[in-house]
């Protein structure tokens, strides 16, 4: 069974700062994706950012970065220059596979950013 | 329309009342996923379809009954529900055999059951 922690239910960060959000993974797979997704007040969740578990080099898109340290099992989501609209819920979710091609997702359990002005 | 789109938005439904959600995606995906997001808990996957066939039964109760007409619509039908599963349903579809096979998600339906 696969399982993710994020062990921050809640972070204040001011504006421009960077911010690290954590996640820690536990699975018995060689071979697995990390997902991590943004969901605003509105609800819909937003793919940010991928790491598949035999790339070499640290995924990034924009300001975002994943921190991803194979041997202790976490994918932390680096956001710079943080932005007022960055202010949402953050999930960190590992992907599995169904046995039919499509693959489900377990997800964290969150963390709610607030950014500060 | 572009992306993932589910209707309604909203939804409030008696215990005896029969419904059903619908989820449509403009993606060109063959994957479509339902899933339950409840307060405080993770989202769980309920449901997996693949070229149309259901691939995957997260130990959903029956009253949560899915349909797959074709790649790009998926339809959730509810009948005689409990008030636990007053929740945020959320539809996500992919393109597996693509490197991150990331899952995109719909806005979600906003369900309460009285």
């Known amino acids: 069974a696969q399982k993710i922690t994020q062990t921050q239910p809640g972070m204040f960060v001011q504006e421009k700062e960077a911010v690290t959000l954590d996640c820690t993974y536990d699975t018995s797979d060689q071979s697995y994706g990390l997902f991590w997704y943004k969901q605003p007040s509105s609800g819909e969740m937003i793919f940010l950012i991928y790491?598949?578990?035999?790339?070499?080099q640290n995924a990034t898109e924009g300001r975002y970065s994943l921190n991803f340290q194979k041997a202790r099992k976490s994918a932390n989501l680096v956001i710079s220059a943080s932005q007022l609209g960055d202010s949402a819920m953050y999930f960190c979710?590992?992907?599995?596979?169904?046995?039919?091609?499509?693959?489900?997702?377990?997800f964290g359990k969150g963390t709610h950013l607030i950014i500060q002005p | 329309e572009t992306g993932v789109t589910q209707t309604p938005r909203h939804l409030v439904m008696g215990m005896t009342n029969k419904k059903s959600l619908k989820c449509e995606q403009h993606l060109g995906h063959n994957a479509m996923y339902w899933y339950k997001q409840s307060a405080k808990k993770p989202l769980e996957l309920m449901f997996v379809y693949n070229f149309k066939e259901q691939t995957e039964n997260n130990s959903v109760p029956s009253r949560f009954s899915p349909e797959c007409p074709n790649s790009s619509h998926l339809f959730l039908h509810l009948h005689t529900l409990q008030p636990e599963d007053s929740a945020l349903y959320l539809c996500?579809?992919?393109?597996?055999?693509?490197?991150?096979?990331?899952?995109?998600f719909g806005p979600g339906t906003r369900l309460t059951v009285t």
């Open positions: 996500a579809s992919s393109q597996p055999g693509t490197s991150g096979n990331e899952q995109y």
């Open positions: 790491q598949g578990s035999y790339d070499e």
């Open positions: 979710a590992m992907r599995w596979y169904s046995g039919g091609g499509a693959d489900g997702l377990t």
